[in-house]
């Protein structure tokens, strides 16, 4: 109940101009201490929890692994910086030979049999949504969590989905990005799967 009141309370504060979001976050720590013990980000920890529930699920699907494509890294790399740039999510750019996924995959040389891309941005006030993660996914380790939020938003989406459980896939390439901006958190995430013969 204290806790629905505190939040409750913090909402009515924010709502009312009385306290912006930025500092009802930072009184988060005041009354949750355990927001301080959490084990820090790390995106290698993020990647190789990521993987390991990609390919878990996959395997609980009766379908193959998927290898880590480094050679990925690029084409991930170029659509993440354009929609953290841009501040929404969309598989397009308007870059003559980047136009779609697919396009981008040849731009930087690569000769897939068939390609796929998922996209997702997640924005919210960290220790609110880390209070929030903790409660849902019994962890204290924000890597995790965060690797498990990106999971779970594409796997109840039935197109992106479909992507992860798509037989012929054999290599992928997963990767984050985190924007800060007056307080709020913009994690951009993205997941390649290519074909390769």
């Known amino acids: 109940m204290k806790n629905i009141l505190i939040i409750f309370g913090l909402l009515v504060n924010s709502v009312y101009g009385q306290i912006s979001w930025k500092n009802a976050d930072s009184i988060m720590l005041k009354f949750y201490p355990e927001l301080n013990k959490l084990q820090p980000f790390n995106q290698d920890s993020v990647r190789i929890y990521f993987t390991k529930m990609l390919n878990g699920y996959r395997l609980s699907n009766g379908l193959n692994s998927l290898k880590i494509d480094s050679l990925l890294k690029p084409v991930a790399d170029d659509q993440l910086n354009y929609v953290a740039k841009l501040g929404e999510v969309t598989h397009e750019q308007p870059t003559k030979g980047k136009k779609s996924s ?3 995959f040849k731009f930087y040389g690569l000769n897939s049999v068939s390609t796929g891309e998922n996209l997702i941005k997640n924005t919210f006030y960290k220790n609110y949504r880390h209070f929030e993660m903790i409660s849902q996914f019994k962890s204290n380790s924000i890597s995790y969590m965060y690797a498990k939020t990106l999971f779970e938003g594409w796997k109840t989406s039935v197109g992106h989905n479909k992507l ?3 037989e012929n896939y054999n290599k992928f390439y997963f ?3 985190i924007v800060e901006i007056e307080g709020q958190t913009f994690l951009y995430g993205i997941t390649l799967f ?4």
């Open 102 to 104: 697919s396009d981008r």
């Open 164 to 166: 992860m459980l798509t």
């Open 175 to 177: 990767d984050i990005k």
């Open 194 to 197: 290519e074909e390769t013969e």
